[in-house]
């Protein structure tokens, strides 16, 4: 080392010195003094290899900057709240649906207070977590009986457990899916303990298929929505109505997992008509599973519905007790089954309703009237339009239904495919981040789901124009 850096390095403040700036002191309000002095050391440690490296010591009051913001970017939480521009309403990395108002605040009334989770008011016995919303359920989809468990998955295994353990499942080849993350049917049955006997063909499946297979060892007859697919061309599938027939005959229980399963009729709302859960019972099912947030608009869980026979035989499972949804969730699923007694507010109290019965031309003014704003904060490095698009439902409904929408595309005015990149990456960056998707050499900004413009603009504005041009 030679004199001038030793003579730098001796130059630098001492922790003692740097706590005592301005900064520092703000960081050990915010975070705790431990913390900030942890910080300070580190940003001591980083600035003294810098000077080593031929930098001019820093001032203590930089060396204090550094520490704050290192913790303020630490202690921003990683699940926080986002701006789904990406055209997928219900979307699974993202948290899929956004809870009415309604259960909101019946979530946290739930979680600040003791409530009567398993408690009988009327009598002050015992009651069953499941009696908050079991005859909402009953009521909204015909079924004799209702249980809520975690999640639809956790509804699959448990049905399938409690009814084929040890025994026999029969499904269509063609509905033999895969959601997202690593939910197989085929696995799901084997953990389940069910040997899985698989009839018919990927496109065809017919009556006597399952005629065939049906037998002594048979526990259920599985048919499965093929949520995130279609099977075009020359198919044939047994209708459930005439599967449960074909079921019932043989004095098997028929169980639809439905997915997204909707207790709402979509096309009402504009919408191309997704199987309601109330006609999945109709057409015979002993049991329906279909998710809380998807098309419901819920909190995560799982519904069970349908003979009441079969969900005592379910809640006797004592796999039930590890699949069971807690008091928050709860409060929020009962506040949001309510909503549904009132079809005619349901679009304009349930946030997956409202945001997917939005009009295109609606959308369209709000991108035509933000672009200005978002044109601006970019700069002249990128080109700002506002152009027609197409939302999805996600999660699995209407998989190839797409919904007219309108949005912002943006690309780099010089064509360097590469700044999209970064554009996205810096808007990833924001307070509030903002996701959108890429596509055709922009990034496309889908507002369907932008209700709270006000935030979006102060976000942008935080936006770090620097890290946008650097090259
Ligand atoms: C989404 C889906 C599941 C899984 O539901 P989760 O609520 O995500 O656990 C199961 N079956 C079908 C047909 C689905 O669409």
Sequence with gaps: MNEDAAQALRALPSVDQVMKT??????????????????????????????????APPAAEEIGRAALSALDAASRSSLRPVFNLTGTVLHTNLGRALLAQEAVEA?????????ALEFDLSTGKRGERDDHVRELLVELTGAEDATVVNNNAAAVLLVLNTLGAGREAIVSRGELIEIGGAF??????????????????????????????????TGLVLKVHTSNYRIQGFTKEVPARELA?????????????????????????GLAHEPTVRETVAEGADIV????????????????????????????????????VDKIRLAALEATLRLYRDPDRLAERLPTLRLLARKADDIADQARALAPAVSEVLGEGFAVEVVACNSQIGSGALPLDDIASAGLAIRPVNGQGGRLNT?????????????????????????????????????????????????
């Design 184 to 217: 197989r049917m085929p696995d799901i049955m084997a953990r389940a303990g069910v040997k899985l006997v698989e009839v018919g063909t990927t496109n065809r499946t017919h009556p006597k298929d399952y005629q065939g297979a049906l037998r002594d060892e």
């Design 22 to 55: 301005a900064p520092a002191a703000l960081a050990a309000e915010r975070h705790g003094r431990t913390e900030a002095t942890r910080a300070v050391r580190e940003a001591l440690a980083e600035m003294r290899a810098r000077v080593r490296a031929g930098a």
């Design 423 to 471: 554009l996205a990456d810096v808007l990833r960056m924001l307070p509030m981040p903002v996701i959108g998707r890429i596509e055709d050499g922009a990034l496309i900004l889908d507002l369907r789901c932008l209700e709270d413009e006000e935030g979006f603009l102060a976000s942008l504005a935080a936006l770090d124009r620097a890290a946008l041009e650097a090259p």
């Design 289 to 324: 599973t279909f998710s809380g947030d998807k098309l419901l608009g819920g909190p995560q869980t799982g519904f069970i519905v349908g003979r009441a026979d079969l969900i005592a035989a379910i809640n006797r499972n004592p796999m039930k007790r590890a699949l069971r």
């Design 107 to 115: 979530a946290v009334a739930a979680m600040r207070s003791a409530v």
């Design 245 to 269: 027939a074909i079921a019932h005959e043989k004095g098997v229980p028929l169980v639809n997992d439905l997915g997204s399963g909707t207790l709402a009729d979509l096309a009402r709302h």
